[in-house]
């Protein structure tokens, strides 16, 4: 497409003629094949002028061409950030980021702390869009999910392509909203298919095969994050160092306030429209734990590991996940816990909290 913009009607033939040899299920490179060769003939009226199919089947190319066109003219700068990707820990080695609106997969690499982008690839998301609700919406919920397993293809149905890899949707998180449904994976393509459109999927995040094995050979279940976002927000790395060091000082804060027993510092860390995992209010559930830190014995409170994402959504809301190690007096405890900030009224707050 970019050597037809410059006039280049022979490169581009080359092209797109090494693409057909390439990926023969392609079907939306012999569509455009199609076009550059009616182009020798006589000129064009639109894209797909070639085309003899049904106008619903072409304009899903059409929308699967835009998309891909759309994603490369807004490719992000090389030392730009997603905003999500607040703070990864030593042993995260990647994430992957999907932007929905521009039908896209980001994979960043953990360079010392550092997201920095190496590849990105088109997807399919949902019939319906995003925003999963409840089963058979046919949506792409929207959050922060980690990668729970490996699926073999040679185990699955040939619809998955050569494998898949399942997201641990609903989250926590969801589960308190009352969203439903279950199976949202990343998976491939049917052998005989190269790709899909923008949207026609369950719910699930689909790529085309070479995408999904060079994606699927580098995660590490249980570790990699997968943050699907309506529509990605990317920041320069001073504006990122700035926020990483906000969301931590929002951490070191609550810490120094639980070391300090003091009742009144740790109860103003917490939003009053929070909700406990057994769907207990602020009120009930501090109760229950003021006892616990009430009982230490001069307590000292360290947070190792810790993780920062700003959660997608209309909310402005930081999901932190950390081990805290506890010494009081001569015991020594660790647990590895997970907080839902939410700011409100210009303040941090914590609506939910959980070990995980």
């Given at each position: 497409?970019?050597?037809?913009?410059?006039?280049?009607?022979?490169?581009?033939?080359?092209?797109?003629?090494?693409l057909v040899v390439a990926y023969p299920h392609f079907q939306l490179a012999h569509l455009i094949r199609g076009?550059?060769?009616?182009?020798?003939?006589?000129?064009?009226?639109?894209?797909?002028s070639a085309a003899n199919s049904q106008p619903e089947k072409l304009k899903e190319l059409r929308d699967e061409?835009?998309?891909?066109?759309?994603?490369?003219?807004?490719?992000?700068?090389?030392?730009?950030?997603?905003?999500?990707?607040?703070?990864?820990?030593?042993?995260?080695?990647?994430?992957?980021?999907?932007?929905?609106?521009?039908?896209?997969?980001?994979?960043?690499?953990?360079?010392?702390?550092?997201?920095?982008?190496?590849?990105?690839?088109?997807?399919?998301?949902?019939?319906?869009?995003?925003?999963?609700?409840?089963?058979?919406?046919?949506?792409?919920?929207?959050?922060?999910?980690?990668?729970?397993?490996?699926?073999?293809?040679?185990?699955?149905?040939?619809?998955?392509?050569?494998?898949?890899?399942?997201?641990?949707?609903?989250?926590?998180?969801?589960?308190?909203?009352?969203?439903?449904?279950?199976g949202i994976w990343l998976h491939g393509m049917p052998s005989a298919n190269f790709s899909r459109p923008p949207?026609?999927?369950?719910?699930?995040?689909?790529?085309?095969?070479?995408?999904?094995?060079?994606?699927?050979?580098?995660?590490?279940?249980?570790?990699?994050?997968?943050?699907?976002?309506?529509?990605?927000?990317?920041?320069?790395?001073?504006?990122?160092?700035?926020?990483?060091?906000?969301?931590?000082?929002?951490?070191?804060?609550?810490?120094?306030?639980?070391?300090?027993?003091?009742?009144?510092?740790?109860?103003?860390?917490?939003?009053?429209?929070?909700?406990?995992?057994?769907?207990?209010?602020?009120?009930?559930?501090?109760?229950?734990?003021?006892?616990?830190?009430?009982?230490?014995?001069?307590?000292?409170?360290?947070?190792?590991?810790?993780?920062?994402?700003?959660?997608?959504?209309?909310?402005?809301?930081?999901?932190?996940?950390?081990?805290?190690?506890?010494?009081?007096?001569?015991?020594?405890?660790?647990?590895?816990?997970?907080?839902?900030?939410?700011?409100?009224?210009?303040?941090?707050?914590?609506?939910?909290?959980?070990?995980?």
């Amino acid at each position: 497409m970019r050597a037809l913009s410059n006039n280049q009607l022979t490169l581009a033939q080359q092209k797109i003629d090494e693409l057909v040899v390439a990926y023969p299920h392609f079907q939306l490179a012999h569509l455009i094949r199609g076009d550059l060769l009616l182009m020798h003939t006589r000129p064009l009226q639109g894209f797909g002028s070639a085309a003899n199919s049904q106008p619903e089947k072409l304009k899903e190319l059409r929308d699967e061409a835009a998309a891909r066109i759309r994603a490369y003219q807004q490719r992000p700068a090389p030392d730009a950030i997603p905003r999500v990707l607040v703070q990864l820990k030593e042993d995260q080695k990647q994430a992957l980021v999907v932007d929905a609106k521009r039908s896209r997969l980001y994979v960043y690499d953990n360079q010392s702390g550092l997201p920095k982008l190496v590849s990105d690839h088109y997807i399919s998301q949902g019939k319906f869009g995003i925003n999963k609700f409840k089963e058979g919406d046919q949506k792409t919920p929207i959050g922060v999910y980690y990668i729970t397993s490996r699926l073999s293809g040679s185990k699955l149905p040939d619809f998955y392509g050569p494998g898949a890899l399942p997201l641990n949707y609903p989250n926590e998180w969801d589960k308190v909203n009352g969203r439903g449904g279950s199976g949202i994976w990343l998976h491939g393509m049917p052998s005989a298919n190269f790709s899909r459109p923008p949207l026609a999927s369950d719910g699930c995040v689909v790529l085309t095969n070479p995408d999904f094995l060079r994606i699927a050979a580098s995660i590490d279940i249980g570790r990699t994050p997968v943050i699907i976002s309506e529509q990605l927000e990317f920041i320069s790395a001073q504006q990122w160092q700035q926020e990483r060091q906000s969301a931590n000082k929002l951490l070191e804060d609550w810490r120094l306030d639980l070391e300090s027993q003091n009742a009144n510092r740790i109860f103003a860390n917490y939003s009053r429209n929070f909700k406990s995992v057994q769907g207990e209010d602020l009120n009930a559930w501090f109760a229950k734990q003021r006892p616990s830190w009430e009982g230490w014995t001069a307590p000292i409170v360290r947070l190792k590991d810790i993780t920062h994402f700003r959660y997608p959504g209309k909310d402005e809301m930081l999901v932190s996940t950390f081990t805290m190690e506890l010494s009081s007096g001569k015991s020594k405890m660790s647990s590895r816990k997970r907080q839902y900030w939410i700011k409100e009224s210009n303040k941090w707050r914590i609506i939910y909290e959980t070990n995980v």
